[in-house]
T-cell receptor, first 112, second 115 residues
Framework: LAKTTQPISMDSYEGQEVNITCSHN???????ITWYQQFPSQGPRFIIQ???TKVTNEVASLFIPADRKSSTLSLPRVSLSDTAVYYC?????????????FGAGTQVVVTP | GAVVSQHPSRVICKSGTSVKIECRSL??????MFWYRQFPKKSLMLMAT?????????EQGVEKDKFLINHASLTLSTLTVTSAHPEDSSFYIC???????????FGAGTRLSVL
């Protein structure tokens, strides 16, 4: 399992764009990059997944450079309800077990 | 996204009793399910991986006789905490993954409090 490193915390104001960068230097060829959001006392919620370049959905964008050793989750125009812990994970899409190793995550705090 | 239902959301029990937690994939077949444990302000810790119809694989340090996992169907996995003690109090979360799928979908979690 590739290890990931991301900032412990980030602060932002409402309406701003939040970018969280995650390092995964040992990512393997078959690995996907997945981001989850977790609120207190709730299970993680899937945000976005990507393999390379850029992926965008209705919630966020994921930027992955060509070497795939890092990725950046971009949350556009955050609101107070985006205050949560965000986890960056790397796991094999072809591995029959699909284990995820959660790191400490990034605590994002959005203030008015 | 796919929906994973976990029940109960909260349980309080006396020390020495056993508690069963259910995890169901509602709109897909989950060939693999995972069980995690999370302590306050800490990250999720994988406890075990279960594939439908076979024995669960436990992570190092997790007692298989303490945490019984059954994955009898493609939509249901259960975690039974046997002879629970106060130190077993924690937040337990399940996730499910379809065959060939690269995304794990998580349940809402179960808060276990052992008195």
């Amino acid at each position: 399992l590739a290890k990931t490193t991301q900032p412990i915390s980030m602060d932002s104001y409402e309406g701003q764009e939040v970018n969280i960068t995650c390092s995964h230097n040992n990512i393997a060829t078959n690995d996907y990059i997945t981001w989850y959001q977790q609120f207190p006392s709730q299970g993680p919620r899937f945000i976005i997944q990507g393999y390379k370049t850029k992926v965008t959905n209705e919630v966020a964008s994921l930027f992955i450079p060509a070497d795939r050793k890092s990725s950046t989750l971009s949350l556009p125009r955050v609101s107070l309800s985006d205050t949560a812990v965000y986890y960056c994970l790397v796991a094999s899409g072809t591995d029959s077990w699909g284990k995820l190793q959660f790191g400490a995550g990034t605590q994002v705090v959005v203030t008015p | 996204g796919a929906v994973v239902s976990q029940h109960p959301s909260r349980v309080i029990c006396k020390s020495g009793t056993s508690v069963k937690i259910e995890c169901r994939s509602l709109d897909f077949q989950a060939t693999t399910m995972f069980w995690y444990r999370q302590f306050p302000k800490k990250s999720l810790m994988l406890m075990a991986t279960s594939n439908e119809g076979s024995k669960a694989t436990y992570e190092q340090g997790v007692e298989k006789d303490k945490f019984l996992i059954n994955h009898a169907s493609l939509t249901l996995s259960t975690l039974t905490v046997t002879s629970a003690h106060p130190e077993d109090s924690s937040f337990y979360i399940c996730s499910a993954r379809s065959q060939g799928g690269s995304i794990q979908y998580f349940g809402a979690g179960t808060r276990l409090s052992v008195l």
